[in-house]
């Protein structure tokens, strides 16, 4: 995706620091582009995004104005418990390591507590050092390993 789609990019994203970003529920006229990012993003780990029956939907916005990524929050019952669960999360490619996606993550943790969530769920696709480090250090523990095998 090139970042010419986002509109007016800053004179250097290098320059940038997740302190210039915010997050923020969805807009109605932001929809297409996250139905974008969830066909390029699309997985395993997350069921199809269908505007108004999504649970929630945050999205990171930039300096200019622009969005830059989204991530969504499911909320269902486990084992009686309401737990909440990070379904989709996606930042554009040029903008990953500035610690947009903890943001995301961070205020959707905070959601799912203030609405009464028992426990939050984050499954990851690619197993990332980063990422794993960042759930450790927050207070998650790994719960089970998933294998699979191509036919």
Known sequence: LALEALGPEPEDWEQLSSAEFVIREIRKDE???????????ETDNHSEITPGESGEVLV??????????????IL???SGDLEGRLDQEYIIPELRGLGI????TEV???QAEKKGAAAFTVKTG??????????ENSGFTPVTTL???KL
């Open 31 to 41: 929809w297409p582009q996250v139905l974008e990012w969830n066909k390029l993003a």
């Open 60 to 73: 990171a916005e930039g300096p200019s104005g622009e969005i830059v990524g989204y991530s969504r929050l």
């Open 76 to 78: 269902e019952l486990e």
């Open 101 to 104: 996606g903890r943001m995301l």
């Open 108 to 110: 959707l943790l905070k």
């Open 126 to 135: 690619i197993s990332s050092r980063e990422m794993e480090k960042y759930l």
């Open 147 to 149: 294998w699979r095998k």
